[in-house]
């Protein structure tokens, strides 16, 4: 079956840095266009970033625009997300998506890892 399984959460203070990463299996990674949402106490989910196939496309929120940059690997089956100068408003459940062929900026992705915490303090 399809897993996704984020990693590299953790607590940072505020300006600082970390990298997420999504290790994907059980599907035909080059084939799908992989995303990363945020879910903060309280609030809905939102959209991220996401990033086509073969890498040439790249969509980024604008709360996040400069700060937070999309690759990945598909030798590896592994997307990422650097995160740069973090502030508290980036204090969420960070999650991977997996969207065969077209990326999108919406929730309209088939398969979700279960998230990893990342907490920014002032």
């Known amino acids: 079956q399809v897993q996704l399984v984020e990693s590299g959460g953790g607590a940072v203070q505020a300006g600082g840095s970390l990298r997420l990463s999504c290790a994907a299996s059980?599907?035909?990674?080059?084939?799908?266009?992989m995303g990363w949402f945020r879910q903060a106490p309280g609030k809905e989910r939102e959209f991220v970033a996401t990033i086509s196939r073969l890498s040439i496309t790249t969509y980024y929120a604008d709360s996040v625009k400069g700060r937070f940059t999309i690759s990945r690997d598909n030798a590896k089956n592994t997307v990422y997300l650097q995160m740069n100068s973090l502030n508290p408003e980036d204090t969420a459940v960070y999650y991977c998506?997996?969207?065969?062929?077209?990326?999108?900026?919406?929730?309209?992705?088939?398969?979700w890892g279960q998230g990893t915490q990342v907490t920014v303090s002032s």
């Open positions: 059980g599907l035909t990674f080059s084939r799908y266009a």
């Open positions: 998506a997996a969207r065969l062929l077209v990326v999108t900026t919406t929730n309209e992705y088939t398969y």
